[in-house]
């Protein structure tokens, strides 16, 4: 038997299934971060939820204040310092607050001016990736196909580009996401830092066609010295993410 649907179980249970969902972190938890720039994106996450929790509990402790007054229905002495303080300065101390630490955020979600030590060409067509792993001159030594092979700890400087549609590379728990645009190649850097032993997945993030829920791609984060074998021997042996 099926209950009613938008019953007051149904809506328990959805809600007991997302905070489950969100203890047990999924290989695409951006709450999860296995390196800098998800974390400095995860930080923001929280800092925004305890921000918006903060004032949503501020105007609720107002409406129960306002509940409570019951019949006194006396005006406020000056009303328009209620406006000004809730209306005018409180929304821009937050916004502009979130405005310089985003500003001082982006550079870690970037990796701008930073120095990458290994280069991969990502190549996004529909509904595929393929992975480049480049020398210093740019040379191609190993290649693989939705999966992609990290050293831990090391900058790697992606280099996205795309043959047909524009697509969307992502690893939630690795960073930001940069679009897969034709003839254009958009670079982002990022560090796999300590996974937790728990894997990572990539995926699309541009609705790129109708095959586009099934580009996504195993990430396997090797060590330094076993990644250079891997490279060097043209990705031969690659373990299956
Ligand atoms: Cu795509």
């Known amino acids: 038997m099926r209950r009613p649907a938008g019953s007051f179980h149904d809506a328990a249970a959805i809600a007991a299934a997302l ?6 972190h999924g290989p695409q938890s951006t709450l999860d971060p296995a390196g800098p720039a998800a974390e400095a994106i995860a930080r923001t996450w929280w800092l925004m939820a ?6 949503w509990l501020l105007v609720m402790g107002f409406v129960v204040y306002a509940l409570l007054r019951g019949r006194n229905t006396r005006a406020l002495r000056e009303p328009q310092r209620l406006i000004v303080a809730g209306g005018l300065v409180l929304p821009t101390i937050a916004l502009v607050a979130l405005l310089a630490w985003g500003t001082a955020t982006s550079g870690r979600v970037t990796g701008l001016g930073q120095r990458p030590d290994h280069a991969i060409e990502v190549v996004a067509r529909q509904w595929a990736w393929e992975f480049r792993y480049l020398d210093d001159a740019g040379t191609v030594l190993a290649r693989s196909f939705d999966a992609l092979y990290l050293p831990r700890g090391e900058m790697v400087e992606f280099r996205v580009l795309s043959e047909d549609v524009v697509h969307s590379f992502w690893i939630p728990r690795l960073g930001g996401k940069v679009d897969a645009v034709p003839g254009r190649v958009n670079l982002l850097r990022l560090r796999a830092d300590d996974d937790g032993g728990r894997p990572l997945r ?18 396997q984060v090797l060590a330094p010295a076993e990644w250079r074998a891997w490279r060097e021997a043209g990705g031969a042996q690659a373990p299956a993410p």
């Open 19 to 24: 905070a489950l969902a969100g203890c047990r």
């Open 50 to 55: 305890g921000g918006a929790a903060a004032i």
């Open 202 to 219: 990539g995926q699309c993030a541009e609705f790129c066609g109708l095959e586009h829920t099934r580009m996504a791609f195993g990430v």
